[in-house]
């Protein structure tokens, strides 16, 4: 599932370093239906690998590779659904807590609290993210370059205060350089043959009507790090498309779209766009030459005519995408101070 509270990656195709990136997202509910009241959820690099609520009361791997986490703390997935377990049992309280400062005590709510990690393989640079939220909308958040608490609205003041006082910001330090950053390693480490792999997509040529902008959609690509753009004569547009949001697939791999107007061009030139999929740090581009014959509409009955991509020859070598460098963390929102997973000696 896709929670309120979305987890990020950064990427520099310049250097080509990865930022690996590790989100715990704890989430607590109120009157929410078929929802659960609590479910903590561990993503790394957008790949849930961990997961505990209220119904099963147990942590859980998400991913085969991650139970190798006992190689060096045979008891982690003791103590840690024991954590939480003893949040769940916090937790009501907590949403209860916020309801009543926000004089917001009818009706459903959701309170959320995100605390996570970013690794820079290349340097070695560790940037730690907590950020919480009730009902989607940001409360309360730790700025990691002046190490102090933001209060996104007047009410999260008295919260920031009491933050301060309990030293809180030195507590998340520790957990962010010494527990966040050695379970990032080692997690990345369990899962490297998964989360250094590349596959390619499927590319498909929609249309909703003979009249409607041509959609190209790419699916069942890994990893989520890469981009889909229209070009023309080799040429990246920047006018008359519209990106859509790189989406997760059930089989942890990703799905993309991005949609090009050709009203105002004749179709003898339609073949001079081109659909171009590439992996962010790879020279490679696979490109999807924009045919009519190969465009499905809604009105056509039988299967979508897919392509795998290929990487480009001719075509390929024209392509010249813009912005070089991509440096975008998106970290994600969420419930209540806490170590979700420790170091061992």
């Given at each position: 599932?896709?929670?309120?509270?979305?987890?990020?990656?950064v990427?520099?195709?310049?250097?080509?370093?990865?930022?690996?990136?590790?989100?715990?997202?704890?989430?607590?509910?109120?009157q929410?239906?078929?929802?659960?009241e609590?479910?903590?959820?561990?993503?790394?690099?957008?790949?849930e690998?961990?997961?505990?609520?209220?119904?099963?009361?147990?942590?859980?791997?998400?991913?085969?590779?991650?139970?190798?986490?006992?190689?060096?703390?045979?008891l982690?997935?003791?103590w840690?659904?024991?954590l939480?377990?003893?949040?769940?049992?916090?937790?009501?309280?907590?949403?209860?807590?916020?309801?009543?400062?926000?004089?917001?005590?009818?009706g459903?709510?959701?309170?959320?609290w995100?605390?996570?990690?970013?690794?820079?393989?290349e340097?070695?640079?560790?940037?730690?993210y907590?950020?919480?939220?009730?009902?989607?909308?940001?409360f309360?958040s730790l700025?990691?370059?002046?190490?102090?608490?933001v209060?996104?609205?007047?009410?999260?003041v008295?919260?920031?205060?009491?933050?301060?006082?309990?030293g809180?910001?030195q507590?998340?330090?520790?957990?962010?350089?010494?527990v966040?950053?050695?379970?990032?390693?080692?997690?990345?480490?369990?899962?490297?043959?998964?989360?250094r792999?590349?596959?390619?997509?499927?590319?498909?040529?929609?249309?909703?009507?003979?009249?409607?902008p041509?959609?190209?959609h790419a699916?069942?690509?890994?990893?989520?790090?890469?981009?889909?753009f229209?070009?023309?004569?080799?040429?990246?547009?920047?006018?008359?498309?519209?990106?859509?949001?790189?989406?997760?697939n059930?089989?942890?791999?990703?799905q993309?779209?991005?949609t090009?107007?050709?009203?105002?061009?004749?179709?003898?030139?339609?073949?001079?766009?081109h659909?171009?999929?590439?992996?962010?740090?790879?020279?490679?581009?696979?490109?999807?030459?924009?045919?009519?014959?190969k465009?499905?509409?809604?009105?056509?009955?039988?299967p979508?005519?897919?392509?795998?991509?290929?990487?480009?020859?001719?075509?390929?070598?024209k392509?010249?995408?813009?912005?070089?460098?991509?440096?975008?963390?998106t970290?994600?929102?969420?419930?209540?101070?806490?170590a979700?997973y420790?170091?061992?000696?």
């Amino acid at each position: 599932k896709r929670y309120l509270a979305l987890s990020g990656w950064v990427v520099s195709p310049c250097s080509h370093m990865v930022i690996h990136t590790l989100r715990i997202f704890e989430t607590s509910s109120s009157q929410v239906p078929n929802f659960p009241e609590y479910v903590v959820v561990g993503v790394l690099n957008d790949l849930e690998i961990l997961r505990c609520d209220g119904e099963t009361r147990r942590n859980k791997p998400k991913q085969e590779w991650m139970n190798r986490v006992t190689e060096d703390d045979p008891l982690f997935w003791i103590w840690t659904t024991q954590l939480c377990v003893n949040y769940l049992q916090r937790s009501k309280g907590n949403i209860e807590n916020i309801k009543q400062l926000l004089n917001q005590t009818e009706g459903a709510h959701i309170w959320q609290w995100m605390f996570g990690c970013d690794w820079d393989d290349e340097t070695d640079d560790i940037t730690g993210y907590v950020q919480c939220a009730f009902d989607g909308e940001d409360f309360i958040s730790l700025d990691p370059s002046t190490e102090s608490w933001v209060a996104a609205k007047s009410e999260a003041v008295f919260t920031k205060m009491r933050w301060e006082r309990s030293g809180q910001i030195q507590r998340y330090k520790h957990y962010i350089h010494k527990v966040c950053n050695v379970g990032l390693k080692n997690f990345v480490r369990y899962g490297e043959k998964t989360l250094r792999r590349t596959e390619l997509p499927l590319v498909s040529l929609l249309q909703k009507s003979s009249s409607s902008p041509v959609t190209c959609h790419a699916t069942g690509f890994y990893p989520d790090r890469a981009r889909l753009f229209w070009t023309k004569d080799g040429d990246e547009l920047l006018e008359d498309v519209d990106p859509g949001e790189i989406l997760p697939n059930e089989d942890a791999t990703f799905q993309t779209s991005v949609t090009l107007d050709l009203s105002s061009v004749p179709s003898k030139d339609w073949d001079r766009y081109h659909c171009v999929f590439q992996v962010s740090g790879d020279k490679k581009k696979y490109v999807t030459r924009l045919d009519q014959s190969k465009i499905r509409t809604n009105g056509e009955s039988g299967p979508t005519l897919s392509f795998r991509a290929e990487p480009s020859q001719n075509l390929g070598a024209k392509v010249r995408p813009l912005g070089a460098c991509i440096q975008a963390p998106t970290p994600g929102l969420g419930g209540a101070p806490a170590a979700p997973y420790r170091t061992t000696s």
